[in-house]
């Protein structure tokens, strides 16, 4: 733009020529052009010294200035460039280019013509590629093609950038779709296909036994989140209306099984991987711990019992359906065990009482200082842990140990690893002075915390901050 303004011979369409004086000018480095980056040129000053050189008279037509981040600027240097903004030398053309418009005070965006530009579409991206390909006698196939324009998200730039990467790994052969998700490790539909028809089954097993083998492949489980994100975004399009064929940009043969899997979902259960899975993106950017979080992410999908929120109801019902129609009849209720409005089982005639744990006469002194602070040193523990403590309740064994009671056997096996088992007795020195033994067991299926354990927290009769 900067040289279509000083070139002397445009043509009807308003392009440069490219060859006069103006042209060379601005491509060579001219007086009349400048370019800033508002990301590091944020003060007053920068401005001001940039007002005294508008103000010489330009060799050319015009000067140009860009602004490249211009929502970086301080507000005292936006202040100082209203004042030029108001009454601007008429030789003088700012170009003022943001990503986050609504950072830009109003008072520059009123005297300011805005332009908004949009993503390049899949289809533009692929057809420069493809012509850059022929010039440059590259062999590769249309489908790597259309996978890199897709992973560029719009931005041709970074589409370039792929590709080069790409070519750069495998110079002197064809570039096929496969040899692209190497190099991108990224993962094929049919790897998406057999996870999501796994999930569907309930799978445990079979969903991780597929993470292991895409990380024994060395695929980045970030990518994986996001693409297979997409896939489900995909399969909710192509299962809300049947004439989705210019939206879904994929191959006649993946949205024939798009439509096939699309029949074997609901769209509640749909609409929750959707959730759960767009909920493990944001938290991937920044965990260490990739891989677990992804795996209890698919646990949660292929175990709807183990969430409470409202939209997995429908989910755990039919959990419960498909157990009782291969025959896999619900235990009876334990005794002791109480109905929403009903008597327990010690109150009813003919049933033998559930007989609690007797208390112990004496708690050891070092058990109750950490039964007292255990809150707060379940708020320091890291990651995981410290989800999964939040969910204990402290009891005490025969010979005296502090137990920590988790409520089920996944979040049992990740406190009770020795790793953990070592940080929250460091935790407990650390807050106590004390060393303490700890172990770490779970609430059988059917029974409640009650009928096995006694409740230190409510024994002790403590006011007890959980942090959020």
């Given amino acids: 733009m900067a040289t279509a303004a000083n070139c002397k011979n445009k043509d009807k369409n308003g392009n440069p020529c490219g060859t ?228 879904l940009d994929v191959s006649t043969e993946n949205l024939a099984q798009l439509k096939e899997e699309a029949q074997m979902i609901e769209n509640d259960a749909l609409m929750r991987y959707i959730r759960i899975f767009s909920d493990l993106s944001n938290q991937l950017k920044y965990a260490t711990q990739k891989r677990v979080l992804l795996e209890v992410a698919l646990i949660r999908i292929c175990v709807p019992q183990m969430e409470t929120r409202q939209d997995t109801i429908l989910e755990r019902i039919r959990a419960l359906e498909e157990k009782v129609e291969k025959g896999l009849v619900a235990q009876a209720p334990p005794q002791g065990y109480r109905a929403a409005d009903g008597p327990t089982a010690q109150e009813m005639p003919g049933e033998m009482p559930v007989q609690p744990r007797e208390v112990p006469k004496a708690l050891p002194e070092d058990v109750k200082e950490v039964v007292k602070n255990f809150r707060m040193i379940a708020n320091d523990a890291s990651g995981m842990l410290k989800v999964y403590l939040r969910q204990a309740r402290l009891s005490v064994g025969n010979a005296g140990q502090l137990q920590i009671i988790l409520p089920d056997d996944l979040a049992a096996g990740v406190v009770g690893t020795e790793d953990h088992k070592k940080e929250i007795q460091d935790l407990i020195v650390e807050r106590t002075g004390k060393k303490v033994e700890i172990e770490v067991g779970k609430v059988e299926q059917g029974r409640r915390f009650e009928d096995s354990y006694i409740d230190l927290e409510q024994l002790i009769h403590m006011d007890i901050t959980v942090e959020d």
């Avoid at 202040?79 to 418009?101: D, G, H, Q």
């Avoid at 609504?102 to 949009?118: A, G, N, V």
């Avoid at 993962?187 to 999930?199: E, G, H, N, P």
Wanted: charged share 30%; net charge negative; hydrophobic share 40%.
């Fill in 20 to 247: 006069c004086d103006g042209c060379r000018s601005v491509s060579s480095g001219s007086v009349d052009f400048l370019e800033i980056d508002g990301a590091s040129n944020t003060g007053v000053d920068h401005v001001r010294d940039l007002t005294d050189w508008l103000h010489e008279r330009p060799l050319g037509k015009r000067k140009i200035v860009i602004i490249d981040e211009v929502h970086m600027l301080s507000r005292q240097a936006f202040n100082a460039l209203l004042k030029t903004l108001e009454e601007p030398p008429s030789y003088v053309i700012f170009i003022l280019a943001t990503t986050e418009v609504h950072k830009i005070p109003i008072t520059i965006l009123s005297r300011c013509q805005r332009y908004d530009f949009r993503r390049i579409t899949i289809d533009t991206i692929a057809a420069r590629l493809n012509e850059l390909m022929k010039k440059e006698e590259v062999e590769v196939e249309e489908r790597a093609i259309r996978y890199i324009a897709k992973a560029a998200d719009g931005s041709m730039r970074d589409a370039l950038s792929l590709l080069d990467q790409c070519i750069a790994f495998h110079i002197g052969e064809k570039l096929t779709y496969d040899k692209v998700l190497s190099v991108l490790g990224a993962v094929d539909t049919d790897v998406y296909s057999a996870l999501l028809r796994r999930m569907i089954d309930r799978d445990v097993k079979g969903v991780l036994q597929t993470v292991n083998d895409l990380v024994m492949e060395g695929k980045e489980l970030a990518q994986l989140t996001t693409d297979f994100t997409w896939y489900l975004r995909n399969l909710l399009l192509a299962k809300s209306s049947d004439n989705m064929e210019d939206v």
